[in-house]
Every structure is written in structure tokens, then in C-alpha cells.
């Protein structure tokens, strides 16, 4: 019985992580939750799984939670400590923003299992968190589909030339600069294939989400190579390609419980209600247009430069994308927002954590 804390619980990744250990009680156990402000979704979840610790990030309605069985932990700090109890296995980070990068850290020098589906950790302090993996022999199971999918394709890894991430192009594939001036929130919001919260459907309507991938490819299996295409029918998630010229892809119909899942069961692979892939349809590959969306550029130049880069860049796009959702800014303006941050900000070539936070707060105040 493998004991669980789910922090995010309440949004998309979250929810369908429940669902998953709805399904296979007797293999996993909520031991805690953690949501940051939706206290009422999180008291029905508490009811349901009866965690022995829950979590709060927002002090003023920690009292709402005073009904139910549970040790309370609320504050800017709530969801750190529970990465840091005896009784939990694995730490299911599936919080979105910049707020991950402390709980990967926490959990990880606290010897716990992550499974990770926050991608921002990653993209801001990849090389430091590797160096503490390395120190404390950490293990990080990948939740996002593509990076689950390499996972699954590494079968020889001194024989990798090259790992391939596949792109949806989301809602506005094919469309020109000029096309793209007006969308709405709404157009973008509207991702062809999966369902996810606003900020992940926004970066994967600008293609940030797959620069951000990008990074987090390049820290999670410690990869010089990467590349990515245009799949639209997101079922092939990920490939790996060989030395010998042999291609080796992973299959599944766009389900994020899939991952979630295999994260969590691994080494075991579970049963799952959503049947087999259907060879009804064609599956195309189209190259990207990088004059169009040029975010996965920005990352490239990220990886290149090095130090506190990668960690500008999310900072930048995380106030943008805010500013976007708050009808601020055009669609085309966030990853120009994005681009100008990375012209300006202070450099460090070999950033503490302290630096990296200090970083994401100028870069994000100077925009928002």
C-alpha cells in the first residue's frame, strides 16, 4: 500500500489522480491533500478519502476544515510540511507555477518518491535538483504524457540519439501571425484533445508548453537532444530515437489517468476503463512552424545560456499568461512579453535556490 500525498488536489491533475486511487483502493492510500484556496471541493475530497493530514494555503478559511478528522496544516508553508512527514511515500506534485520548485526540493531531501506533473520546477531549477537527486539518490516519476512516454521508450539508454516530443498544436494550429491577433480567451481555452486547467491549455495554445517540456526533458533523462513535431491526434506521446536508426514510440488514447497511473503503480502497470486504441484514423506528423510559435526557440536559447535563463522565462510567462486571462494582453503579446524579459534580466550563472526565487520575483513584478 503505497501512501500518497496529492498536492493540488483539487485541480485537473489532481482530480484524475483521485479517480485513479478511486479505482485501486486496496494499492493506494491518501495519507494527505493539499489545495491552496478551494476549500470546499478540498473538505468533499477529505470526506471521500479520509486523509490523516490536509493542508491549506489560504490562513483565512483554515477554520472551514476544523470538522473533519484530519491534522491541519495551513500557510505559505502547509504543503512543504507535508512533504516532510514519516508516513507518506510518494509526494504527488501536481501544483501549477513556480510554487513546485520547493516542494520537489522538500520532498526530495526528505527521501520521497516524487511523481511530478509540475513542469515549472524543472524549467526554473532543472540543474539544481539534479544535483540533490544525485546527492540523495531521488527519484522523480514523470506524470506528463510525453515525459511518461520517454520514460517508457528508454529502453537502452547509452544507444539514445535523440528523444522526439509530440505536439497537439492545440486550438490554433495552422494559423498565420496575422490570424492568431485577435483570438479570444475563449479560442484558447478550447484545447482539441485534452482537458486541462487555463494556464497549461494558454502555453499549449503559445507552444510554451512544449518549450517548457523541452527543459524538462533535457533535466529529467539527462539529454542533449531533444526535439519535438506536430502530432495533432495526440495519441503517439513521445518517441525515442536510436543510434541504429530504430525509432521506438509510446501509444495511448489522450488520457491523462494513463500516466498518473503508471507513475504511480511503476514498476506494475494497471488495468484501465478507457479501452484500447481504435486504428480507425490516420496518424500525421507535421513540422513545426517556429516563425509563427517561436516559444520552443526561447527554450533552446535557455538550455544554450544556462544558470537563472530557463527560470526567467517561466516567471515571464507565468505573468503573462495571467495578464492574457485577464483580457490585459493579446494572445501574440505573451510570448513577446516572454522574449523581451529574456533581453533584461540579471543573469547568474550558477543560482542557489534563494537566487532562483529571487529571480522569478523580479522577472514577475517587472511584469505584472
Sequence with gaps: MKRIALLGSTGSIGRQTLNVVRRYPNKFKIQALFANSSVDLLKVQAEEFA?????????????????????????ADAARKLCELDDIDVVVVAVVGMAGLDLVVSALKNKKIIALANKESLVAGGKLINDIMRETNGVILPIDSEHSAVWQCLQ????????????????????SKEKLRDVSVEQTLKHPNWSMGKKITVDSATMMNKAFEIIEARWLF??????????????????????????????????????????????????????????????????????????????????????????????ANEAAVELFLERKISFLEITKICEDALKHFRFIPEPSLNDLHDTFTEVYTSIK
Excluded at 158 to 174: D, M, N, Q, W, Y
Excluded at 263 to 275: C, D, E, H, I, T
Design 51 to 75: 486523509p490523516r493530514y490536509l493542508a491549506l494555503g489560504d490562513e483565512s478559511r483554515v477554520k472551514e476544515l476544523d470538522t473533519l478528522k484530519a491534522e491541519v496544516f495551513s500557510g
Design 156 to 175: 537502452d539508454k547509452e544507444g539514445v540519439k535523440k528523444i522526439i516530443l509530440t505536439a497537439s498544436g492545440g486550438p490554433f494550429r495552422g494559423y
Design 222 to 315: 539527462d539529454a542533449e537532444d531533444v526535439d519535438y513535431v506536430i502530432h495533432p491526434e495526440s495519441i503517439i506521446h513521445s518517441l525515442v530515437e536510436y543510434y541504429d536508426g530504430s525509432m521506438i514510440a509510446q501509444l495511448a488514447v489522450p488520457n491523462m489517468e494513463i500516466p498518473i497511473a503508471y507513475a504511480l503503480s511503476y514498476p506494475q502497470r494497471l488495468k484501465n476503463p478507457f479501452g484500447s486504441f481504435q486504428f480507425d484514423r490516420p496518424l500525421t506528423f507535421i513540422k513545426p512552424d517556429e516563425t509563427v510559435f517561436n516559444a520552443p526557440r526561447l527554450a533552446y536559447n535557455c538550455l544554450r545560456k544556462g544558470g537563472n535563463s530557463a527560470c526567467a522565462l517561466n516567471a
